[in-house]
């Protein structure tokens, strides 16, 4: 961790001027966009890849060294990619991250021996598993597209909490995606995380992606509703008492969501953005990207003989990034947003008065109005309530894509084995 906060200024000046060059301290790794789940807000399942192989994976990971402290390994659905243990160790093996970060829709069966094995390989790194949750009962059902669902959520749930009691390792979080579908029922997702016995609950704005591609569709809440529900949720965690590192983690938190705000109000880079300098993403063909938002193809690495450091320092990158230093890009994504607070000195001075409880009377100390919301939370009768036509199929709000070789039909997907929502065997 001292290593990583004395590599912080250097990548202001790596920004700034060039050198001394560096590579990323955050890196996410797509090694599949395959998924079972059909999300309202999410077209990736569609997409078919030449993917890396574990062996191209492994001289990847091995052109590293141990530059990348955080890694997300996402997808599609990570934990049902076939070689998830194994990339986990390489990178271990590799890198020795401080922190494997991994999201999951809870639906496979497989998904706590995975998450023991992976918790077991990489015992020095801190394993923080999410789990999807965007509405309770048969509003995530509905949002996520799988009928059962939120059964398997909980059931997983159940069985990561059991976990960790002997993986001193691991941690269970849950994430939301505040899109225009879950946006309305924010106040009953808090209350439901906060009984849940887990040890975080974070959320995170749906957005135009080329990852996933949906650019183009409105799934983003408009700015003003984004602002009522977020700021129930910041009253919210300002009536908690934090200790030790969450105490910080919390502080960063709430200046995410503040960040969102300030996004969606003034449409730019309210901070400096460091994707392309301090963090990136290995997509699941090989391809290297600043990050899923833009999705620039920086280059191949399988036409980079699987060395990193070629696409990074290399010519086709700079134009990328004076790009992003030229701010002709903004967004809300957590990933890069967080690595960019940790950049940003107002930033980092109000979490510092925030952890330590300096500010008196100012606006980072005030008493927090009671939050709009707690009466929700207390009264789970008068959550806000979707309406039940409202929970029948709707047609997906996609624009057209065009299907790519291979790419399942809906319902065809939906027949997938893994898919499947069997009583538990
Ligand atoms: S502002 Fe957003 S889109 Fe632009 S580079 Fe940063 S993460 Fe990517």
């Known amino acids: 961790m001292v290593d990583v906060l004395t590599r912080l200024p250097l990548f202001k000046l790596y920004r700034m001027t060039g050198w001394p060059q560096m590579l990323p301290l955050n890196l996410t790794l797509s090694p599949s966009p395959k998924c079972n789940s059909r999300c309202l807000t999410c077209n990736i399942w569609m997409k078919r890849e030449n993917e890396l192989t574990i062996e191209e994976w492994d001289k990847v990971l091995a052109s590293l060294g141990q530059a990348p402290y955080w890694f997300t390994i996402s997808g599609g659905e990570p934990l049902m990619y076939p070689h998830v243990v194994e990339l986990a160790e390489l990178a271990y093996k590799h ?10 829709n809870a639906i496979l069966p497989i998904i706590p021996e995975r998450v023991e094995k992976i918790a077991k390989a990489c015992p020095e790194s ?3 598993i999410n789990l999807s949750l965007d ?15 939120f ?17 001193p390792n691991l941690a269970v979080g849950i994430h939301s995606v505040v899109s225009v579908f879950s946006v309305g029922h924010l106040d009953e997702l808090i209350a439901y ?12 704005i749906a957005e135009p992606r080329v990852e996933l591609d949906t650019v183009g569709l409105p799934i983003t809440p408009e700015p003003a509703d984004y602002a009522a529900a977020i700021d129930r949720l910041i009253a919210y965690v300002q009536t908690k008492q934090f200790k030790g590192i969450s105490r910080i983690t919390e502080a960063f938190r709430e200046e995410y969501y503040k960040l969102v ?5 003034v449409q730019d880079q309210v901070i400096d953005c460091y994707a392309g300098w301090v963090s990136a993403q290995i997509y699941a063909d090989g391809t290297v990207w600043p990050c899923c938002v833009r999705a620039d193809r920086l280059g191949n690495l399988r036409d980079h003989n699987y060395d990193f450091r070629e696409i990074w320092f290399g010519e086709k990158i700079k134009e990328v990034r004076r790009s992003i230093a030229a701010k002709e890009c903004h967004c809300p ?5 967080y690595t960019n607070m940790l950049h940003d000195v107002p930033t980092l001075a109000r979490v510092g008065k925030k952890v330590l409880g300096i500010g008196g009377k100012g606006k980072s100390a005030e008493k927090p109005r009671v939050p709009a919301g707690a009466h929700l939370m207390q009264r789970p009768e008068t959550l806000v309530q979707i309406r039940p036509e409202a929970l029948k199929p709707l047609p997906h709000p996609s624009k057209p894509t065009a299907a790519l070789p291979g790419t399942p039909t809906r319902q065809a997907a939906l027949e997938e084995e893994e898919v499947r929502i069997a009583p538990q065997g």
Do not use: M
């Not at 309770?136 to 669902?149: C, S, T």
């Open 135 to 149: 509405g309770v009962g048969a509003k995530h059902d509905y949002i996520r597209g799988i009928p059962g669902n």
């Open 333 to 337: 994504l957590a990933n890069a947003s």
């Open 261 to 265: 705000k300030r996004i969606l109000e």
């Open 193 to 204: 995380a906060d009984k849940s016995g887990a040890d975080q609950f974070i959320t995170e």
């Open 126 to 128: 801190q394993l923080i």
């Open 95 to 104: 890198c020795k991250p401080g922190i494997i970060n991994i999201p999951t």
């Open 151 to 167: 059964e398997k959520f909980e059931e997983r749930l159940g069985q990561l909490l059991e976990l960790k009691k002997s993986l």
